[in-house]
């Protein structure tokens, strides 16, 4: 029954467009699913601090949403501690296997491989986890309540049992390696009538024993079983018994993998200040599109006006052209976060916007320290989940976590299905004759798209929490839900509704089945290429209002917002 209760929330809040609360709440929770939100809700009432929260609410997600996330994957985290009134940025990103070196994606002609599926599917593209990691190391210092009665919610969903949500289906229906490859294809997939595989159908009971193994064995053993461990043991063979590009990730790899604490990436913007994680996350070009676009009034702006659209475009291009030459892993690459981030050389890339015309050739600049690199080839999916959570004691968490592509690599060990993290490297190490600053290397992380964020008052309380899953797009979403939180003084819910126009390169794009195509002709009198697509983004916002918070859930997927008072 309950279940069935839960699948039955899911679609009403699918078409509810997830409406928020008029009065604010003590504490929050916002999630990419109402069983983790459920969840995780739980926890915070029985008073655990929004860590012991999240870990809930993450270990839920890879079960639920394995199409997006999971403990086979990583993520970044912002955490503010209100009792020490401080801001933790720590790093879970995965991390390439020592054998790994710049030519892992190409071909023995020296051709580069084709994406999908020859990069993606299979052991090639599988960096270490390090999620579970994570998730550890933020318990052991902000966590309030056991690490194994963490996983009590998640074990009891795994063995009894949950319903396949509209998402998850719908994303199985064009996976079209996944149902080949097994245990991932017996497990998602049934045969109709005709004897073609299909998904599973919307609402069926899906029963995970072998992830309820795992999350036993990791409530008891914590990462130790996942690096060193029966878990590490699982993937490792996994991976070394694939037909698809099996390589050798080692248990050296695993035992060697750490979790960063970073500091975090802050800056003002108007009366605010901003923060974010550093490379090699999305924050820098976040924090780049707003310093650029501080210099025009857009509170004078409709947030879906062509004039705006225009303005954002262009300086989302040159943000992104900065990005595609420099971030790439701070610990192996020189990256001139300074320099990108000075207002004069912002305010200088910003002379190059021209309101009645769009560039239609944006090159990356050279701030102070830059060291010259090559482009980088992205091809990163939109997949990936975000959820912030504020608890009763004031702590607040912003993470993204992802194991990149639509069931990352296909590969699946434990009951999770495992990333295809290395393929958000360039697949090219080299062009030109330069070397690209994102290209493979051993134990090197790969730079992301991932932004999850934290926006301080001017007294330095908070004043919201934003993020998104959605690729590269992942800049765009985050940077116009800030725009929308701070110059429009919207709602969480009115932010995430926004519809969606970016450029990353040289297109602008405008979201589908929104009112942003009739802008279409505007734009390309101005000398856009536009195009007219889907934009899959899963914002999730939290909103101090008065002493409390509301929040807003992204009515692209099938997040829940609930809001607790004790």
Request: proline letters at 6%.
């Amino acid at each position: 029954m309950k279940n069935s209760i839960l699948f039955l929330v899911t679609i009403f809040y699918l078409f509810s467009n997830n409406l928020e609360s008029s009065e604010p709440s003590k504490a929050i929770v916002v999630t990419a699913n109402p069983y983790a939100s459920e969840a995780a809700a739980n926890i915070i009432r029985k008073g655990g601090t929004a860590i012991d929260a999240a870990v809930t609410a993450q270990l839920i997600l890879t079960l639920t949403t394995p199409q997006a996330t999971g403990i086979g994957g990583g993520g970044f985290m912002l955490y503010w501690d209100n009792d020490e009134s401080k801001l933790y940025a720590i790093d879970g990103r995965e991390k390439a296997p020592f054998s790994a070196d710049q030519n892992l994606f190409l071909n023995k002609d020296g051709t580069v491989m084709d994406f999908y599926p020859d990069a993606v599917v299979g052991g090639k593209s599988v960096g270490v986890p390090g999620l579970v990691k994570l998730m550890e190391e933020a318990h052991q210092r902000f966590g309030k309540l056991d690490w194994n009665e963490l996983f009590n919610e998640p074990i009891k969903l795994a063995e009894e049992g949950f319903n396949v949500s509209p998402a998850l289906h719908r994303t199985l229906s064009y996976m079209r390696y996944l149902k080949k490859i097994e245990p991932a294809s017996s497990f998602y997939y049934q045969y109709d009538s005709e004897g073609n595989t299909i998904p599973l159908d919307i609402g069926s009971l899906l029963i995970n024993s072998e992830y309820a193994k795992t999350l036993k064995r990791i409530s008891k053993l914590g990462s130790e079983d996942f690096y060193n461990g029966k878990t590490a043991e699982l993937i490792i063979n996994t991976i070394k018994d694939s037909i698809h590009n099996p390589i050798l990730l080692t248990r050296e790899d695993f035992k060697n993998y750490n979790v960063i604490w970073r500091e975090p990436l802050c800056l003002p913007y108007r009366e605010f200040s901003i923060c974010g994680m550093p490379p090699p996350s999305g924050g820098i070009s976040v924090l780049m599109i707003l310093k650029m676009l501080e210099n025009y009034d857009i509170k004078s702006y409709k947030p879906t006006s062509p004039e705006f659209i225009h303005i954002f475009s262009e300086v989302s291009a040159l943000a992104y052209a900065d990005r595609d030459f420099f971030n790439a892993d701070p610990d192996y690459i020189d990256i001139p976060v300074e320099g990108l981030l000075d207002n004069k050389y912002l305010n200088d890339r910003t002379k190059r916007i021209d309101l009645k015309k769009s560039n239609r050739n944006p090159k990356h600049g050279k701030p102070l320290g830059y060291s010259e690199f090559s482009k980088n080839v992205d091809i990163s999916m939109p997949s990936t989940s975000h959820l912030v959570i504020v608890d009763l004691y004031g702590n607040a968490v912003s993470i993204t976590s992802t194991i990149e592509g639509p069931f990352g690599s296909h590969l699946m060990a434990g009951g999770f299905m495992l990333n295809n993290e290395l393929t958000d490297f360039s697949l090219l190490p080299e062009k030109d004759g330069l070397s690209i600053a994102n290209r493979v290397e051993s134990g090197k992380r790969p730079r992301s798209s991932m932004s999850p964020t934290i926006i301080f008052d001017k007294h330095g309380e908070i004043h919201s929490l934003t993020g998104s899953p959605g690729g590269n797009s992942i800049i765009g979403y985050v940077a116009k839900s800030i725009l929308g939180l701070l110059d429009w003084n919207m709602s969480p819910q009115e932010v995430v509704a926004i519809p969606h126009y970016l450029r990353r390169n040289k297109n602008t794009e405008l979201e589908k089945n929104t009112i942003l195509p009739i802008h279409k002709e505007y734009l390309e009198n101005l000398g856009h290429e536009v195009i007219v697509v889907s934009k899959r983004s899963g914002l999730h916002v939290a909103k101090k209002v008065g002493k409390g918070f509301i929040g807003g859930a992204d009515p692209r997927r099938e997040g829940l917002v609930i809001q607790i008072d004790q």
